[in-house]
């Protein structure tokens, strides 16, 4: 089966480091995308990962190991623009090459 | 804003009846995607198109149905419509049609069924 599990709510405050984290369990694995949703918003494309190791990109980075099913996203200097649902996607390597598994999103609300 | 445009915005239908959801990708991209979003199961892949062929199939219903034009527009028809398929239903696109690129997303189209 297909299963993608992250934390449902994260609170952190304005100017701090937060970690969110996806652990996946898809029928073969051809890379991992991490989506920022705002509320009644459309996701936007934040990184993708398809080798080992972190990926780096201004205040986000993330994280990917394929042994351990294991991804995160770091988010560094948190503002309060950050407040949103963060949603982590695998592309299984079969069923059709773009049909990705997302899982059910991690509300972020960052506080004064 | 993505590039991607989605009409309408909003549609409140009575069950039963039958809608049709339009999307337009970014300009060059070949591949369209559409998603489900309801509030207790998250973002649900339910079809794909390239270059207009069907390319890879979610959990979509049988009273659901997509086609992608020549002008690489696409549609989604969600018909004998029921209260659960109130939802917010994304479209989205790429370049290629093997999602190894970020797919960008349009605002949605919120539907209502009474």
């Known amino acids: 089966g297909q299963n993608i599990d992250q934390p449902t709510e994260m609170t952190a405050t304005e100017g701090a480091i937060v970690q969110i984290n996806c652990t996946y369990q898809t029928s073969g694995f051809n890379g991992l995308f991490w989506y920022q949703q705002h509320a009644g918003e459309a996701p936007t494309f934040l990184s993708y990962n398809v080798l080992d190791g972190l990926e780096e990109k201004g205040r986000f980075s993330s994280f990917l190991s394929r042994s351990k099913g294991y991804s995160y996203l770091l988010l560094k200097e948190l503002q309060m623009k950050d407040s949103a649902s963060y949603l982590c996607?695998?592309?299984?390597?079969?069923?059709?090459?773009?049909?990705?598994?997302f899982g059910a999103g991690t509300r972020l609300a960052v506080h004064p | 804003d993505s590039g991607v445009t989605q009409t309408p915005k909003h549609l409140i239908t009575a069950t039963g009846q039958r809608v049709t959801l339009r999307c337009s990708p970014r300009?060059?991209?070949?591949?369209v995607y559409w998603y489900q979003q309801s509030l207790d199961q998250g973002l649900q892949f339910l079809i794909q198109y390239y270059n207009g062929e069907e390319r890879a199939k979610g959990n979509i219903l049988e009273r659901f149905s997509a086609q992608q034009f020549p002008d690489l527009h696409s549609e989604l028809n969600l018909s004998s419509l029921e209260l659960g398929d109130s939802a917010l239903y994304f479209c989205a696109s790429s370049v290629r049609g093997d999602s190894s690129y970020e797919q960008y997303f349009g605002p949605g189209t919120r539907l209502t069924v009474t």
């Open positions: 300009s060059g991209d070949l591949s």
């Open positions: 996607a695998v592309r299984p390597s079969s069923g059709g090459y773009n049909k990705l598994i």
